[in-house]
Nanobody
């Protein structure tokens, strides 16, 4: 049974930065692709970023491209999301998800999900 735990959420000002971490308890974590999603109040969950199991390929939503960076550290079983130039529109609960398939983790139906961490950006 796998588990994902997100940390690093909190309050930031517009233009500020936050770093989210997703710590995984998964056998053979190196074989998993990981994605970040977010859900704002009253809105559907949306894809934010993903990284392939090898760490070679990364994918970003247009809304965060150039501001967010996703990285994977197999030695620590973690995937981080560095967020810069934050905007009030980035306010949401952020979830990490993992799946052996990069395509599956990007489409929003991955096998494992975390419980989420709140990010609030003040104007």
């Amino acid at each position: 049974q796998g588990q994902l735990v997100e940390t690093g959420g909190g309050l930031a000002q517009t233009g500020g930065s936050l770093r989210l971490s997703c710590v995984a308890s998964l056998r053979t974590f190196s074989a998993y692709s990981v994605a970040w999603f977010r859900q704002a109040p009253g809105k559907d969950r949306e894809f934010v970023a993903a990284i392939s199991w090898s760490g070679v390929n990364t994918y970003y939503a247009d809304s965060v491209k150039g501001r967010f960076t996703i990285t994977k550290d197999d030695s620590k079983s973690t995937v981080d999301l560095q967020m810069k130039s934050l905007e009030p529109e980035d306010t949401a609960v952020y979830y990490c998800a993992a799946d052996p398939s990069t395509q599956t983790v990007r489409t929003g139906t991955p096998k494992y999900w975390g419980q989420g961490t709140q990010v609030t950006v003040s104007a």
